[in-house]
């Protein structure tokens, strides 16, 4: 499962990167993604949408075991 994420975070960066952010994986538990918001996302107010109606939208499309993605 964490490579099918990762795979799908490969997918996610470019976005993010070009706003200046970055995205790190830092666990999975039991369907529960946790990942590092980097850059100019870490701290910005748009932050959590971008984070649930993303990230979280497209990691459950690409990899159906994930239930939900939150930041640490």
């Given at each position: 499962?964490?490579?099918?994420v990762?795979q799908?975070?490969?997918?996610?960066?470019?976005?993010?990167?070009?706003?200046?952010?970055?995205?790190?994986?830092?666990?999975?538990?039991?369907?529960?993604?946790?990942?590092?918001?980097?850059?100019?996302?870490?701290?910005?107010?748009?932050?959590?949408m971008?984070?649930?109606?993303?990230?979280?939208r497209?990691l459950?499309?690409?990899?159906?075991?994930?239930?939900?993605?939150?930041a640490?």
């Amino acid at each position: 499962m964490k490579e099918r994420v990762e795979q799908a975070l490969k997918k996610i960066r470019p976005a993010l990167e070009a706003d200046g952010g970055g995205i790190e994986l830092v666990d999975i538990v039991d369907g529960v993604v946790s990942v590092r918001l980097k850059g100019a996302c870490h701290g910005c107010p748009g932050a959590q949408m971008t984070l649930k109606m993303g990230v979280e939208r497209i990691l459950k499309e690409e990899v159906p075991d994930v239930k939900s993605v939150q930041a640490v």
